[in-house]
């Protein structure tokens, strides 16, 4: 497509539940990355994604926060027993590379758990 | 590890005259990009404008323009003849250059509310 896709744009779950967030990148681009955006903050970085290969993950807040790219392009950022400082926005960046390229990003998805 | 500072939450500007965004960084890499992105209230981060630190020539993208000064670690924003349409939150972030601590993750400040009066 034409730009970085993200869905759902809003998903409101109840604590406790697990939640899937996805990432279509833009056609091409070699690397995606997920950032954490709290309300009225800049992103934080969660993670990582070379093609299919999740370079770095040291970003995940905890082992409830999961993401993979199986086959190099969609991602899917997946938080199990959701609490509510996962609250957040979720932004999906793409890029050519990783070396040199700028990030180009989606809508994100604003997450509010109750 | 790199930080990103933006000391103004908010700042405020008459349409069609022109005001600046400080951002401040630390680091102790000598090569590293700097970006500006916009995030209007639809979420979406768009480029705004960056900077190579290796160039010493400033950033000019139509209206806007960037002061980098590289010994001071600052890189402020000047945005001219501003527009109802500049109205956005403003970010300020740091890439280190390929080998670097973090050659691929963006360190971000956290935001300019930029407001444009009519």
């Known amino acids: 497509g034409a730009g970085v896709s993200q869905s759902p744009r809003y998903k409101v779950a109840k604590r406790g539940q697990d939640v899937a967030l996805r990432c279509d990148p833009i056609s091409g681009h070699v690397s995606l990355f997920w950032y954490q955006q709290a309300l009225g903050q800049g992103p934080e970085f969660l993670t990582y994604?070379?093609?299919?290969?999740?370079?770095?993950k040291s970003g995940l807040p905890s082992d409830r926060f999961f993401a993979e790219r199986p086959e190099g392009s969609v991602s899917t950022l997946k938080i199990q027993r959701t609490q509510q400082e996962d609250s957040a926005v979720y932004l999906c960046?793409?890029?050519?590379?990783?070396?040199?390229?700028?990030?180009?990003f989606g809508d994100g998805t604003r997450l509010s758990i109750l | 590890a790199q930080t990103v500072t933006q000391s103004q939450p908010e700042m405020s500007v008459q349409e069609a005259e022109t005001v600046t965004l400080s951002c401040t960084y630390d680091t102790s890499e000598s090569d590293y990009y700097l970006f500006w992105y916009k995030q209007p209230p639809s979420r979406q981060m768009i480029l705004v404008i960056r900077q190579e630190a290796y160039k010493q020539q400033n950033a000019t993208e139509n209206r806007f323009s960037v002061n980098f000064q590289k010994a001071a670690k600052s890189f402020s924003l000047k945005i001219s003849d501003s527009q109802l349409g500049d109205a956005a939150m403003y970010f300020c972030a740091y890439r280190s250059a390929p080998g670097g601590a973090s050659n691929y993750q963006l360190i971000w400040g956290a935001g300019t509310k930029l407001i444009i009066k009519p």
């Open positions: 960046a793409s890029s050519l590379d990783r070396a040199h390229q700028p990030q180009h």
């Open positions: 994604f070379q093609n299919e290969a999740q370079l770095d």
